[in-house]
Every structure is written in C-alpha cells, then in structure tokens.
C-alpha cells in the first residue's frame, strides 16, 4: 500500500501543482529578462509539499475504502464486452 500512496503523491504533485500560482506580471512586480512570463513569483516548496500530502492522503484514503468495499469494481469500465449489461443500464 505504501507504493500506491507513492504513485498518488507524484500524480498529486501535477494535480496541486498550478493551484494559487501568480506571475510576476500579476503580483505587480518587474519582468526579468531571460524568464518565461508565465514563471511564477514565489515557488514555496513547503507550502506545495503540504497541499500535495493532503491531496493524496484523501486520494489514497478514497481508493482504500473502495478496495475494500468494492464501490466501483473493474467490470464498471468494460464499456465494449456485450455480456456487460449491468453496468450499461440500457446505453
């Protein structure tokens, strides 16, 4: 279970990654030459690493819980076997 929460920190560190990010342009400061205009003012790393723990702990938590209780099961995603018609509902 500790490579899973693994893989759902790194994709938690894309899905977290652009929230509350500004760029020089839109704190109200000086562009510097030779940086992308879309380069963020201030990279907080501790602040990042937080947001990123507790996206993926809820993450990880959600997809525990369904493990053991089988809310969605594989068999949901077989949009293409014919012998599928309970998760089809008719479609």
Do not use: C
């Not at 500790?2 to 920190?9: C, E, K, R, S």
């Not at 602040?47 to 525990?64: D, Q």
């Amino acid at each position: 279970m500790l490579a899973i929460y693994v893989l759902f920190w790194a994709f938690s560190v894309f899905l977290v990654l652009p929230w509350g990010v500004r760029t020089t342009h839109e704190a109200g400061g000086e562009h510097v030459p030779g940086t992308a205009e879309s380069a963020p003012h201030e990279f907080n790393l501790k602040r990042l690493a937080i947001r990123v723990t507790i996206v993926a702990t809820v993450l990880w938590a959600l997809f525990v819980l369904n493990y053991n209780y089988g809310w969605v099961e594989a068999g949901a995603f077989d949009f293409f076997d014919p012998a599928n018609q309970s998760y089809t509902n008719g479609f």
